[in-house]
Nanobody, 124 residues
Framework: QVQLVESGGGLVQTGGSLRLSCAAS????????LGWFRQAPGKEREFVAA????????DYSDSVKGRFTISRDNAKNTVYLQMNSLKPEDAAVYYC?????????????????WGQGTQVTVSS
């Protein structure tokens, strides 16, 4: 089993940057593909980015491509989401998640483990 704890959320102005972190428990972190999702009030949880076990393959939603970067450090059992050029529509609770597929997955139903989320607020 994997336990995930997100951090790094907060309040930022439009155009600003934040880096989210997700620390995972367990000794088999490197065997999981990891993803970031977000959920705004009244909306469904949506895919943001995902990264394969080794970090070789990444995938992004069209809405964040070119602005967000996902990365991982398997030695530290941590996955990151660097968010630049933030927009008000990026405001949401951000969740990290883990699953055992070889390649990054966009479907949230593929993910087995979820963190509690971290709030990102973007002021205009």
């Amino acid at each position: 089993q994997v336990q995930l704890v997100e951090s790094g959320g907060g309040l930022v102005q439009t155009g600003g940057s934040l880096r989210l972190s997700c620390a995972a428990s367990g000794k088999i972190f490197s065997t999981y593909t990891l993803g970031w999702f977000r959920q705004a009030p009244g909306k469904e949880r949506e895919f943001v980015a995902a990264i394969s076990r080794s970090g070789t393959n990444t995938d992004y939603s069209d809405s964040v491509k070119g602005r967000f970067t996902i990365s991982r450090d398997n030695a530290k059992n941590t996955v990151y989401l660097q968010m630049n050029s933030l927009k008000p529509e990026d405001a949401a609770v951000y969740y990290c998640a883990a699953e055992r597929s070889i390649f990054p997955q966009q479907d949230r139903n593929e993910y087995d483990y979820w963190g509690q989320g971290t709030q990102v607020t973007v002021s205009s």
